[in-house]
Antibody, heavy 128, light 106 residues
Framework: QVQLVQSGAEVQKPGASVKVSCKAS????????VHWVRQAPGQGPEWVGW????????NYAQKFQGRVTMTRDTSSTTVYMDLSSLRSDDTAVYFC?????????????????????WGQGTLVTVSS | EIVLTQSPATLSLSPGERATVSCRAS??????LAWYQQKPGQAPRLLIY???KRATGIPARFSGSGSGTDFTLTISSLEPEDFAVYYC????????FGGGTKVDIK
């Protein structure tokens, strides 16, 4: 069965960086885009960006550009999200989520921006 | 940025009743809208995509309708496990989510 298992909760000080991992299993890792979505306490979700696990291409929401880096390790079927220059308003649960698009008949990854499987979430707390 | 406004903020209903949740977009999103269900401490779960298509494994009591700027999620007869928060999400222009509608037990 499809599973996305994320790393544990983090507490970081303002100005520091955090790296969250998301290990995928139960499907072809290089066959689906993976997105990161965050959710601040009591708020709706917010899209952070995506990574193409096949070639490593990334696309980030404008508000995070310059502070976020997404990478992947195909040997361990894991994607990572690194967020730097943390501020108190970065306190949120960060989710990885699989895009439901899959791969076309000619091997091109399809992106739908709909998320069919999610990790359990990683709480990142930014506090001095 | 496309803003999604959900109403009502809270819906208090009893099991067996019909639930109707609305989502209005600040500009047209064609049919590129999804609905998610989220329970406390859990990740969102995809229910509906492209406004009216049920995701894999989603019961038929969940349905979606609308296009352009006005959308509706309907739960025809509430089951005990349906009490949760529901979010709409658009993918027409980047990705944004609504603020959520809590369906709680009356």
């Amino acid at each position: 069965q499809v599973q996305l298992v994320q790393s544990g909760a983090e507490v970081q000080k303002p100005g520091a960086s955090v790296k969250v991992s998301c290990k995928a299993s139960g499907y072809s890792f290089t066959g689906y885009y993976v997105h990161w979505v965050r959710q601040a306490p009591g708020q709706g979700p917010e899209w952070v960006g995506w990574i193409n696990p096949k070639n490593g291409d990334t696309n980030y929401a404008q508000k995070f550009q310059g502070r976020v880096t997404m990478t992947r390790d195909t040997s361990s079927t894991t994607v990572y999200m690194d967020l730097s220059s943390l501020r108190s308003d970065d306190t949120a649960v960060y989710f990885c989520a699989r895009d439901m698009g899959g791969t076309s008949m000619v091997g091109v990854l399809l992106i739908t921006d709909y998320y069919d499987f999610w990790g359990q979430g990683t709480l990142v707390t930014v506090s001095s | 940025e496309i803003v999604l406004t959900q109403s009502p903020a809270t819906l208090s209903l009893s099991p067996g009743e019909r639930a109707t949740v609305s989502c209005r977009a600040s500009q047209g999103v064609r049919s590129y809208l999804a609905w998610y269900q989220q329970k406390p401490g859990q990740a969102p779960r995809l229910l509906i995509y492209d406004a009216s298509k049920r995701a894999t494994g989603i019961p038929a009591r969940f349905s979606g309708s609308g296009s352009g700027t006005d959308f509706t999620l309907t739960i025809s007869s509430l089951e005990p496990e349906d009490f949760a928060v529901y979010y709409c999400q658009q993918r027409s222009n980047l990705v944004t989510f609504g603020g959520g509608t809590k369906v709680d037990i009356k």
